[in-house]
């Protein structure tokens, strides 16, 4: 037995030495100078990373031009304060193992870093913001983006409910968010925020990511008036309508100082948020207005489940209110359709209030109509083909 334990420890060993090896650092000597990430001297090993190493940054600040496409097998790692990647490259990292395809931000326990993308850099793969099992309360860290980069992949923030993350989406930035792994909490001091100042977020993971928000008070997005926030995930429009009054109600959907959130797009397939300056005009200019304003989504989403789009709604719209009214055939095959559809979903609802019969008669004979002009107008039709007679 004795023997037996000596063969499984050194067994053990071996393979833990053979993992150790296989993972070499690479550390970059660089500093606030721009330098060019295929610079083999910028290395400490004299070479750019291989496919066994991983790159360490711990200058405090380290600033790398990136105009390449670069694949790293075993992630990044920031010890530094700052690391800005700038240039026309794309860095992907497309290891198997969830660990070693991770951008880990900071790298040791206590420290605060940012990692800045700028220009057309391109970042594929997870970024974990004081998570890789550095969760504690003084482990603070953060992505920057700006200009045209982007970013496509899971995003994981905090471990055992603490550390701080904060995603920076600015200028005409975008990050596509594939999963999302929270794991902060407010009672332990984490938190988990994402300020979309201008460019866009699409969040489109496999597990609800309303619940992720609405799970802890720790958990924010906050929307600037040039920011896009997107939602792409399967849902009936009422339960996403509870969701997304929750989240605004809770605080976990704000909108960011000087702007106020405006009436969502919410359907079936996705929920698309902005934002907009606080002292434009609005009918819906305070939380209780935007709350109840959701509320009433319920029409138009039923109209976009049948084939209208917001853009084509507001030129319906404005071509009815230009054209005047002429009598029309009765609709068939798909308008009658429609129009049934728009029926039966106004008497479906609960009985009207005294006086709004007349209002609710409108509204259905207004939308038919819509759909009918809708499915006539040259510009709306589906197969592109010109409504203009062909000549003889």
């Known amino acids: 037995m004795k023997y037996r334990h000596i063969l499984v420890t050194a067994a053990a060993f071996a393979a833990a030495n053979t993992l150790v090896n296989a993972q070499t650092v690479n550390q970059w000597r660089g500093g606030e100078t721009a330098s060019a990430w295929n610079d083999p001297y910028k290395w400490k090993q004299n070479h750019t990373p291989n496919d066994e190493e991983a790159p360490y940054f711990r200058e405090p600040i380290s600033v790398i031009n990136v105009n390449s496409t670069i694949q790293l097998n075993h992630g990044m790692h920031l010890y530094g304060e700052e690391l800005s990647l700038q240039g026309n490259g794309n860095i992907n990292l497309w290891s198997q193992v969830p660990h070693e395809r991770t951008v880990n931000?900071?790298?040791?326990?206590?420290?605060?870093?940012?990692?800045?993308?700028?220009?057309?850099?391109?970042?594929?793969?997870?970024?974990?913001?004081?998570?890789?099992?550095?969760?504690?309360?003084?482990?603070?860290?953060?992505?920057?983006?700006?200009?045209?980069?982007?970013?496509?992949?899971?995003?994981?923030?905090?471990?055992?409910?603490?550390?701080?993350?904060?995603?920076?989406v600015q200028d005409n930035s975008s990050y596509r968010i594939t999963g999302l792994?929270?794991?902060?909490?407010?009672?332990?001091?984490?938190?988990?925020?994402?300020?979309?100042?201008?460019?866009?977020?699409?969040?489109?993971?496999?597990?609800?990511?309303?619940?992720?928000?609405?799970?802890?008070?720790?958990?924010?997005?906050?929307?600037?008036?040039?920011?896009?926030?997107?939602?792409?995930?399967?849902?009936?429009?009422?339960?996403?309508?509870?969701?997304?009054?929750?989240?605004?109600?809770?605080?976990?959907?704000?909108?960011?100082?000087?702007?106020?959130?405006?009436?969502?797009?919410?359907?079936?397939?996705?929920?698309?948020?902005?934002?907009?300056?606080?002292?434009?005009?609005?009918?819906?200019?305070?939380?209780?207005?935007?709350?109840?304003?959701?509320?009433?989504?319920?029409a138009a989403a039923e109209v976009a489940s049948v084939g209208l789009q917001p853009e084509q709604i507001d030129s319906l719209l404005k071509k009815m209110s230009s054209s005047p009214r002429s009598p029309e055939a009765p609709p068939s095959g798909e308008s009658a359709a429609a129009v049934r559809l728009t029926q039966q979903q106004g008497a479906s609802s609960a009985a009207p209030a005294a006086g709004s019969t007349g209002r609710a008669a409108g509204f259905i004979a207004f939308f038919g109509a819509a759909l009918l002009m809708l499915r006539r107008s040259p510009e709306h039709r589906s197969d592109g083909a010109d409504a203009a007679p062909k000549k003889q």
């Open 105 to 168: 931000i900071p790298a040791d326990g206590n420290g605060f870093a940012n990692l800045t993308l700028r220009d057309n850099i391109a970042l594929n793969g997870r970024v974990a913001l004081s998570s890789k099992g550095f969760g504690t309360a003084a482990s603070k860290g953060s992505l920057t983006l700006k200009d045209r980069s982007s970013v496509t992949g899971d995003l994981c923030i905090g471990k055992a409910g603490t550390g701080t993350g904060r995603v920076y």
């Open 181 to 298: 792994e929270i794991g902060t909490e407010a009672a332990a001091g984490g938190a988990a925020e994402l300020h979309i100042l201008s460019g866009t977020v699409q969040i489109e993971t496999k597990d609800n990511p309303f619940e992720i928000f609405n799970e802890d008070a720790s958990r924010r997005i906050i929307l600037g008036a040039n920011g896009t926030l997107r939602f792409e995930y399967p849902m009936s429009v009422a339960q996403k309508k509870k969701a997304v009054q929750d989240m605004i109600r809770n605080d976990r959907l704000t909108a960011a100082p000087g702007c106020r959130l405006t009436t969502p797009l919410i359907q079936e397939k996705r929920v698309i948020f902005r934002a907009e300056d606080e002292r434009n005009e609005s009918a819906v200019e305070t939380k209780e207005q935007l709350l109840a304003a959701i509320g009433r989504i319920a």
